[in-house]
């Protein structure tokens, strides 16, 4: 894929000052936009949905590349900026950025890929205030797309892609290990953004899974490992007490001194399919 030539911004955009409500964090350094430009590039993809791009950092990049863009941003002034001085200064070299001024959490994502399935990616530098909810919006979309790659907080990162074991592993490793493939890409230092927040972020991508268990099965493996984690220090057999009630501890194939923390996403399957057993 030709990389064409990065434009500047057409005009300084120091007049528009981050909004704290929309937790808004920009790059000043381009280094982590053109490595997450490259894996995209590396995955064949040509057609990308950005998750608010912003001043357009990430978005040049992009489009630089040949990327087909569409971009949603809830905030208006970036859209009208986006729309009405950087995209004219690619639809030159034949490249398209269509600006969508949407809030991601209300967009309806499923009917958008199924209606635009040219779309193989989702990217962005993201809100870390609402990282959670963005990543429980993409998941159920993961199989429609090759990847998702989002530039998130550090410590979400680390607990997103984390191993069993680490302190850093809980509920929410789990649920989303059992839903993607989960690649920790690379870290981006605080000295990268502006302001300058207390922390230091990281790049993690998502891609579908060859096998993905029920809807049934991920609910009640959600359900488990909510009481699970709730007492991560305490070994099964007192953390999972509501459930050993009902069954019998013979039953149950996983040494139960254990604790949470150190029980794998397929394991929670197998202790899932224990206690609720009218699942399939």
């Known amino acids: 894929m030709a990389k064409l030539k990065r434009q500047k911004s057409p005009r300084n955009l120091g007049h528009i000052y981050q909004k704290r409500s929309l937790s808004q964090v920009f ?11 490259e894996i995209l590039v590396r995955e064949g993809v040509s057609s990308v949905l950005e998750i608010g791009p912003g001043s357009g950092a990430l978005t040049k990049e992009l489009l630089a590349r040949g990327l087909h863009v569409f971009a949603i941003e809830k905030d208006e002034r970036f859209v009208t900026y986006l729309r009405e001085e950087l995209a004219p200064l690619y639809e030159e070299k034949g490249v398209t950025l269509d600006v ?5 959490l209300k967009f309806d994502l499923k009917t958008f890929l199924s209606d635009n399935k040219d779309v193989q990616a989702v990217v962005g530098n993201i809100p870390y205030s ?7 919006h993409i998941l159920p979309e993961i199989s429609k797309i090759k990847k998702a790659v989002l530039l998130v907080q550090l410590e979400f990162a680390e607990r997103l ?31 990268s953004f502006v302001p300058v927040p207390k922390v230091d972020s990281a790049v993690i991508s998502f891609s579908s899974k060859n096998s993905i268990h029920s809807q049934e099965v991920l609910q009640k ?6 009481v699970a984690f709730s007492q991560r220090r305490k070994k099964l057999s007192n953390a999972l007490k509501p459930f050993l009630t009902s069954t019998p501890e013979a039953n149950i194939t996983i040494d139960l001194t254990r604790r949470p923390d150190t029980v794998s996403p397929e394991e929670f399957v197998d202790l899932a399919r224990v206690f609720f057993r009218d699942i399939e």
């Open 27 to 37: 790059l000043k350094e381009s280094w982590p936009c053109e490595e997450i430009a």
């Open 100 to 104: 969508l001024h949407e809030d991601i």
């Open 130 to 136: 609402i990282s959670t909810p963005i990543v429980f």
């Open 161 to 191: 892609a984390s191993e069993p074991g680490k302190k850093s592993y809980g509920s929410l490793s789990v649920y989303t290990q059992l839903r993607s493939q989960i690649c920790f890409e690379f870290v981006v230092e605080k000295e």
């Open 221 to 226: 493996v959600e359900k488990l490992t909510k």
